[in-house]
């Protein structure tokens, strides 16, 4: 069945860096986009940032550009985010999913979440 | 861009039927039939449960199923459940740069 284990979540300072990682098991992980999305505390779900099947095309949301980095290892089965320049605001749960994209939209695997903290 | 308009709650007794609504604009939800719905319980991730608005995912009840009219998408859960009682978020494709909008989320209380 489809697992996505999401790990590498912390306290770290303001300005500071982090890399997030999902790993994949499963499925074909090569063949899929892959995405992250990420929930602050009490509030609502925010799209962060999508990579294509070869990591070609990227996309992100204008809150991270610039900041973060998305990145997969096809050899790996693996997902990552590399946080930098962290603020207050970025404190949440991040989860990795798998995103369905081409001829259709939306998200159907999604893993545990790993909780971001950023606080002096 | 703002996110899509949900009500914030939403409740029903065990067996019947609610809708949530999902208001967005002619650049997401009504143009484009790319909306998808989520449940999510208490410390949880969320869950897919209704994709491109009416395709419920392989294996998943059939009391949730989705439509759409003009700009405002619906999620439909008929013979309500206890287990029913979590929050749901909408999602759509946006054609803004902002390309993935998501609901405020609603919750949803069983009574």
């Known amino acids: 069945q489809v697992q996505l284990v999401d790990s590498g979540g912390g306290l770290v300072k303001p300005g500071g860096s982090l890399r997030l990682s999902c790993a994949a098991s499963?499925?074909?992980?090569?063949?899929?986009?892959m995405t992250w999305i990420r929930q602050a505390p009490g509030k609502g779900l925010e799209w962060i940032s999508y990579i294509s099947t070869s990591g070609r095309a990227i996309y992100y949301a204008d809150s991270v550009r610039g900041r973060f980095t998305i990145s997969r290892d096809n050899a790996k089965n693996s997902l990552y985010l590399q946080m930098n320049s962290l603020r207050a605001e970025d404190t949440a749960v991040y989860y990795c999913?798998?995103?369905?994209?081409?001829?259709?939209?939306?998200?159907?695997?999604w893993g545990q979440g790993t909780l971001v903290t950023v606080s002096s | 861009q703002s996110a899509l308009t949900q009500p914030a709650s939403v409740s029903g007794s065990p067996g019947q039927s609610i809708t949530i609504s999902c208001t967005g604009t002619?650049?997401?939800?009504?143009?484009?039939?790319?909306v998808s719905w989520y449940q999510q319980h208490p410390g949880k991730a969320p869950k897919l449960i209704i994709y491109d608005v009416s395709q419920r995912l392989s294996g998943a009840s059939n009391r949730f199923s989705g439509s759409k009219s003009g700009n405002t998408a619906s999620l439909t859960i008929s013979g309500l459940q206890a287990e029913d009682e979590a929050d749901y978020y909408c999602?759509?494709?946006?054609?803004?740069?902002?390309?993935?909008?998501f609901g405020g989320g609603t919750k949803l209380t069983v009574l």
């Open positions: 999913a798998r995103f369905r994209y081409g001829g259709t939209f939306y998200f159907d695997f």
């Open positions: 499963g499925f074909t992980f090569s063949d899929y986009y």
């Open positions: 999602s759509s494709y946006t054609s803004s740069s902002t390309f993935v909008l």
């Open positions: 002619s650049s997401d939800v009504g143009g484009y039939n790319y």
